[in-house]
């Protein structure tokens, strides 16, 4: 993983001090996570699940299309059917337009935050 692909408040998983877990980044450099010197080599996306979806507050109505609202007209939706190759849309009244690649949590938050400037909630 590398560093321009996070922000300070995403979710990876990564092994610190030898146990894989969940880090929520508070401080990225080049080769540094989180005071950590090296950790971006072993870290990775955690994987965007029906689970994850529920923990971001997205809903569904029964089946693999999760969907989080960004505005009062516009969503973000994440069909998890194509897992490995998901994408994002934001649909609108007359509009539906892809965001981009989006398998993992921190790309979601990512997306997230750049349609509302505003960090994606997660329950733990």
Request: proline share 2%; charged share 25%.
């Amino acid at each position: 993983m590398k560093a321009n692909e996070l922000r300070i408040g995403n979710w990876i998983n990564a092994e610190v001090n030898g146990i894989d877990q969940y880090v929520q980044v508070f401080e990225i450099n080049e080769d540094t996570l989180n005071g950590f010197k090296g950790i971006l080599r072993t870290a990775k996306g955690i994987p965007l699940t029906k689970h994850w979806c529920e923990r971001l507050r997205m809903t569904s109505s029964g089946g693999v299309i999760f969907k989080i609202k960004v505005s009062d007209d516009r969503e973000i939706q994440v069909d998890l059917s194509d897992i490995g190759d998901m994408w994002a849309y934001i649909e609108t009244v007359c509009d539906y337009v892809s965001l981009g690649p989006c398998d993992y949590v921190h790309q979601l938050q990512n997306i997230y935050f750049t349609r509302t400037g505003i960090e994606l909630k997660i329950n733990m």
